[in-house]
């Protein structure tokens, strides 16, 4: 199994740019999460899904979009970037079962925008 | 919501060493996870310990539910075990809140 896999690994955009990044996981997990870091911090939510065709509104919402058409695939959308949108993305699934909740990250994204 | 924080946020170490990290919580909680953030930034899960106490090789960690903390134990430093430490708690399903971390540098 890859896990949980994002597309593109780096990415410079613009200010005013939009961009989607790709999150999948082959573990048919329910949750899938989108969480940003900036330097010297921990990670914050963005949007959560706790599954197919449902998303939900995380700590830092504002400027992004998401969407979860497949059960597979969580969207990670910036409509129109600003440069306060430079960060790391980390997506992340879960399941319930024997381990609730337990998330498991993928590699990030490494986003400036300038 | 849920504060966490996380002590020391900075520990230098000769290699061989043994150390303590900590993680204090400010609400109930029936998620906590360990990861370790290696020098290329990938997140790498340590333990996922709501309560009691596990071993994964040099590593363990336990959480006291009760008293809200959890600890996590290196032995015999490597410096491969340099990076950041992160403590992640949360409620359910949604939100895993994240301490600032602390960052573990392991010297030769």
């Known amino acids: 199994n890859a896990g949980v896999t994002q597309t593109p690994k780096f990415r410079v955009l613009k200010t005013g740019q939009s961009m989607t990044l790709l999150c999948a996981q082959d573990m048919n997990h329910e949750y899938m999460y989108w969480y940003r870091q900036d330097p010297g911090m921990g990670l914050r939510l963005i949007h959560y899904?706790?599954?197919?065709?449902?998303?939900a509104k995380g700590e830092v919402p504002d400027g992004y979009n998401v969407s979860r058409l497949k059960k597979q695939n969580f969207l990670l959308g910036l409509e129109s970037a600003a440069p306060s949108q430079t960060s790391v993305y980390f997506c992340?699934?879960?399941?319930?079962?024997?381990?609730?909740?337990?998330?498991?990250f993928g590699p990030g994204t490494r986003l400036t925008v300038t | 919501g849920i504060q966490v924080e996380q002590s020391p946020p900075d520990l230098i170490l000769q290699e061989g060493a043994n150390s303590t990290l900590r993680c204090n919580f400010s609400d109930s909680v029936n998620n906590l996870q360990w990861f370790h953030q290696n020098p290329w930034g990938q997140l790498i899960n340590l333990f996922y310990?709501?309560?009691g106490t596990k071993q994964n090789g040099r590593l363990s960690a336990t959480t006291v539910a009760t008293e809200r903390y959890s600890l996590l134990y290196i032995s015999s430093s490597q410096t491969t075990d340099s990076g950041v430490y992160f403590c992640?708690?949360?409620?359910?399903?949604?939100?895993?809140?994240f301490g600032q971390g602390t960052r573990l540098t392991i010297n030769p």
């Open positions: 310990i709501p309560s």
């Open positions: 899904s706790v599954g197919e065709g449902t998303t």
């Open positions: 992340a699934s879960s399941r319930p079962g024997l381990a609730l909740y337990e998330q498991y």
């Open positions: 992640a708690v949360a409620e359910g399903a949604q939100k895993l809140v």
